[in-house]
C-alpha cells in the first residue's frame, strides 16, 4: 500500500531538522524550525529550552510528522475503500 503523504511529511521533518542543525544560529532558520515543530511547541512547557536535548525534539519532529502523514494516508484510504464500494 502506498504512503505518499506519511513518506512526504517524514523527508519535509527531516529536511527541516536537518536545515536548523546546520543553522540554528540563523534567527530566520531558528524561528521556522520553532515554527513548524510541533514537539517544540510544548517543550518549554515541560522544561527549559535551551536544557532540552536538541536530538530528542528532532526525533520527536520526525515521528510526529509521519505519524500525521500516516493519519493523511489512511483517511484517503479509507475514503477511496467507501467510494469503491458504494
Known amino acids: 500500500m502506498r504512503k505518499p503523504y ?3 511529511l517524514t523527508i519535509f521533518s527531516a ?7 546546520i543553522g540554528h544560529e540563523y534567527d530566520p532558520i531558528y524561528i ?3 515554527a513548524l515543530s510541533v514537539p517544540a511547541w510544548f517543550a518549554p512547557a ?3 529550552i535551551t536544557r532540552v536535548n536538541i ?6 519532529t520526525i515521528l510526529s510528522y ?3 502523514g500516516y493519519v ?3 483517511f ?3 475514503s477511496r475503500e467507501r467510494r469503491g464500494a458504494a
Open 6 to 8: 506519511t513518506l512526504a
Open 15 to 21: 529536511l527541516l531538522c536537518l536545515v536548523h542543525y
Open 32 to 34: 521556522l524550525f520553532y
Open 46 to 48: 515541560f522544561s527549559d
Open 55 to 60: 536530538m530528542v525534539v528532532y526525533i520527536l
Open 66 to 68: 509521519a505519524f500525521i
Open 72 to 74: 493523511i494516508d489512511y
Open 76 to 78: 484517503i484510504a479509507r
